[in-house]
Each structure stands twice: as C-alpha cells, then as structure tokens.
C-alpha cells in the first residue's frame, strides 16, 4: 500500500517536541462519547491498538475503561515517551512501535481497533480504513473519528481563519456514509455512523492578519453560546464525524 500523506512527519514532531503528555479533560467530546458509547465499552477488558498512537491523549481514555495499550505512530517518541508515561499513569501497557501503517505488520490481533484524527490526512484514506481490519480480532469492533471541516459551517470558519490548518487536511475523507458503504461491500458490520460533539471549532497557530485576529475573538466569544444551541448533531456544523463496525 502506498499511503499518500498530505502532511509531512516532521510537521507531527515539530508540533508534539515539548508537549506534556495528559488525558484529554473530561469535558472533551471525543473522550464523553467513548466513555458512553456501547461498542466501545463492551470491549474494555481487552485490548486495543491505536493507528495513530502518539501523543495518547485517548489511549489514556482506554487505559481509564481498562484495555489494555498498544499502538503505532511515525513519532521518535511512541515508544519511549509514551508508555513510559502510560506505565506511570497505571494502565495496562502492551507493545509500542515507531512505524507507518504502510510497512507495520503483526500476527496479533486485537479488540479494538480505532484512529481518531487519522485518515483525513491521506488522499488513499480508503486503503488506510481497510488497513485497520489486518489488526482486528474475529469479533474485533473499529473504531474511526475524525473532524468535520468538511461540514459547510465548519469549512467556511477555517477557510477564513484557519486556512493553513484545512490545508493538511483530505476534505473529502469526511465523510462517515462513504466509509460505512466501503465497510459493508469488504465484510464488516457496521453499527453506527454519522456525526458528533454539536458545534465546537478550534484552531492551529498560524500567521493572522488584523481581519482574521477579530473574527477569531468573535467565534471564541460566541463558541459557548453556539455549543448550548447547536446541541443536536449536524453534518453542517458538529465537530466530529465518526464510524463504529465489528468484524463477523
């Protein structure tokens, strides 16, 4: 498989050089959707592995339900920083490895399978969600998150203000009913798809002018408000798309 990222690796461990490694708060809507989500807990005495791995910001979410740890990601630190702070935290840690999806291979298999903020930097991203069924156990459930940029509220605020940011990203890799017909044709059970979070909006550091700093204080400003508001989920404007499959 050839994987075609939009993103440079040096760009990933640039951005993640001198982060402190923490679990995601418990007011984030990824970690409030695996921690209430049906698929995902029905698992949680086995094991997962995360494409994608590093810097484990939901990996310690699992930790939390109680799988057991594994992952890869192209990062210099997936196995050194990462389960260092994993062991400390408590968690039940299995292997780690610095590798691409592309040439990883392993005859283990595993409960839980997932990415989240993964395949949207690929332009093959189909290939790279069939990539994630090598790993999966018979009865394995994949797990698939990424955000919606391409929902039409959310692609016009980053067009204008965060438009470097959009540009590491597939937009048309959003798109949870496609992934969902590409599941079914290749075998696999599909038991949830579609949108999540309602709105919430975000952005990377990137140079401004004095147009784009004020409209970004004014979305800031106005974000707790739309995210009381716009409750239910939206292809237009929720933050995240997602799919939930299981092998048969």
């Not at 610095?98 to 595993?110: D, G, L, M, P, V």
């Not at 994949?142 to 605020?157: E, W």
């Not at 798109?175 to 979070?197: E, H, I, T």
């Not at 739309?226 to 989920?233: A, E, V």
């Amino acid at each position: 498989m050839f994987v075609e990222n939009v993103v440079d690796k040096e760009y990933w461990n640039l951005s993640y050089a001198n982060l402190d490694l923490q679990i995601v708060p418990k007011e984030d809507d990824v970690r409030k959707f695996l921690e209430h989500n049906y698929y995902i807990q029905e698992n949680k005495l086995g094991s997962c592995f995360e494409i994608g791995a590093y810097p484990g910001r939901y990996l310690a979410v699992f930790g939390e339900l109680g799988y057991q740890l594994n992952g890869i990601d192209q990062n210099e630190f997936v196995a050194t920083r990462l389960p260092e702070w994993l062991n400390k935290s408590g968690y039940n840690v299995g292997f780690f490895e610095q590798s691409s999806i592309e040439t990883f291979a392993i005859n283990q298999k595993f409960n839980m399978v997932y990415s989240i903020g993964f395949i949207e930097h690929f332009k093959n991203y189909e290939q790279v969600i069939l990539k994630h069924l090598d790993f999966m156990a018979d009865d394995g459930t994949l797990f698939i998150s990424v955000p919606n940029f391409k929902g039409l509220a959310q692609r016009i605020l980053h067009s204008l203000v965060d438009r470097e940011n959009l540009n590491r990203h597939v937009l048309e890799s959003m798109n949870p009913q496609k992934w969902a017909k590409l599941l079914l044709v290749n075998g696999v059970d599909v038991k949830s798809f579609g949108y999540f979070g309602g709105f919430d909006f975000w952005v990377d550091n990137q140079p401004r002018n004095i147009f784009q700093r004020g409209l970004l204080k004014a979305i800031f400003k106005l974000r707790p408000i739309l995210k009381k508001i716009l409750k239910k989920d939206s292809s237009i404007y929720s933050a995240y798309c997602y799919i939930i499959a299981k092998k048969v």
